[in-house]
């Protein structure tokens, strides 16, 4: 299978607009809209979904291109510090948009009065979601790619993509070849396990009952995105910066990510047992 790049769509102004910009506001769209309809079907008010939205995109934008210019600063910004600013080209690392987001979104909650967790958990459900979004505009972009792939599911890049320029530094193909090895899809295999996370997350938040929840919905995304993650990361081949024990930065995420869910999990289960008790 070849991979389609459409990196660039058009240009607007002199603006080249990118694939990978139309599907982060495509991703963030999709999210108002549902994060909407959850409100008004769990008995949150819909009219706090736009300053939420807002908060969690502006917070985990910023976090996640801040990120990925320190992971790669020597590399691609240190001659040319200004395109730091360039996010619609690509370059933003999941896990420090989702801290930043986090962080935004705690702020938000105690400067209502709300309970954190509570907005948290309505939150987590949308992740995944936006997530699937931004990975197929990785995969238009060529970025997050995969290894070499001697399977069906192999996809080919064409010449200079980032793939491309990777295996030709690697010398794992010429400098005159016209494409490259086939690698794994890592950004499809991604996008698809968050939509499935998707669905399983908005069906845990309408059928359980609030207080407990929160906790599951935020256990079961941390554990599963976290275990998708870390095996994702293990067919990626793009440069990822430094290695901690072995682990790729993100894997070291998971690892820690994956502890916080099993415990999330462990009080969901003890809220539930509680108020099981307490209804007998």
Not at 53 to 67: F, I, P, Y
């Amino acid at each position: 299978m070849r991979g389609v790049m459409h990196s660039e769509l058009f240009s607007l102004f002199g603006l080249q607009i990118q694939m990978y910009g139309v599907m982060l506001a495509l991703g963030f769209l999709a999210c108002y809209l549902l994060a909407g309809r959850l409100a008004r079907l769990s008995g949150r008010n819909p009219r706090e979904v736009d300053t939420l939205v807002m908060v969690a995109a502006v917070c985990g934008v910023l976090g996640a291109r801040a990120v990925y210019v320190w992971q790669n600063w020597r590399t691609e910004f240190a001659g040319a510090p200004l395109e730091m600013f360039a996010v619609w080209r690509g370059g933003l690392v999941f896990y420090g948009g989702f801290g930043a987001a986090v962080a935004g979104l705690i702020v938000y909650a105690l400067v209502k009065g709300e309970k954190p967790l509570g907005l948290l958990g309505f939150a987590a459900v949308f992740v995944p979601l936006g997530h699937a979004f931004g990975r197929v505009g990785c995969f238009f972009h060529g970025c997050c790619f995969g290894g070499i792939c001697q399977n069906i599911l192999g996809v080919r890049y064409p010449a200079q993509t980032p793939p491309w320029k990777h295996q030709v530094a690697l010398r794992q193909i010429s400098q005159y070849a016209p494409e490259t090895l086939p690698t794994w899809p890592t950004q499809l295999i991604e996008a698809a396990g968050c939509l499935v996370l998707f669905g399983g997350l908005w069906m845990l938040y309408r059928r359980l009952p609030a207080g407990v929840r929160e906790k599951a919905v935020g256990g079961v995304y941390l554990t599963a995105y976290a275990l998708l993650r870390f095996g994702v990361e293990c067919l990626r081949d793009d440069p990822r910066g430094a290695t901690y024990f072995g682990l790729s930065f993100s894997q070291t995420i998971s690892v820690a990510l994956l502890a916080l869910g099993v415990l999330f999990l462990i009080l969901a289960y003890r809220e539930a047992n509680h108020g099981t008790i307490h209804r007998q």
